[in-house]
Structure formats: C-alpha cells, structure tokens
C-alpha cells in the first residue's frame, strides 16, 4: 500500500479556555462580530464555555481547551487537544 507524509506547514493558533476574556480575541482574530448576535451567538457560557467558530464545512463548536487553528487557505476550524498536540509543534 503506498503512504503518504503530510507536508509540513506553519498555522496560527490560539487555544481557548471557554472564557470570554478567551473567546474575544479570538473572535477578533477570526473576524467575527461581537458582542453576541442572539440569533447567530459566537459564543456561550454553557457547559463551560462555548465558541462557535464558521468553517468551510459551516459552524463548528469548541470547547474548552479546543485549539482554534487557521488553515492555509485563511479558513479557521477548531481543533482538540490531543490531536493538535499530535499534529502541531511549536515553531
């Protein structure tokens, strides 16, 4: 079977902490607006802290700890802890 190695490329990240001393920055970073828009809120106090980040694939839900990852192409998506840590270094 042949294989395949993912081609090395630098992201930008933030992680959240499901604050919204956390969720603003990155939702400035993202361009979203804020404050919350009650039909299309960014983000939650529930469960600890929600963000709803738009992707290509339409809203997402982070959760705490989630890493919010912009892609190569501009796109954000989020990202759990232990697959960014098993994807992702520091540079």
Not at 24 to 37: C, N, R, T, Y
Not at 44 to 69: C, K, N, Y
């Amino acid at each position: 079977m042949p294989q395949f190695r993912k081609k090395p490329v630098v992201i930008e990240a933030l992680q959240f902490d499901g604050s919204w001393t956390s969720a603003k920055p990155i939702l400035d970073w993202m361009g979203e607006s804020w404050p919350l828009d009650v039909s299309h809120p960014r983000w939650s106090d529930r469960d600890g802290g929600l963000l709803f980040v738009t992707t290509l694939e339409g809203v997402m839900t982070a959760q705490p700890h989630d890493w919010i990852i912009k892609g190569v192409q501009g796109e954000f998506y989020p990202c759990k802890p232990d697959i960014f840590a098993a994807t992702y270094e520091a540079v």
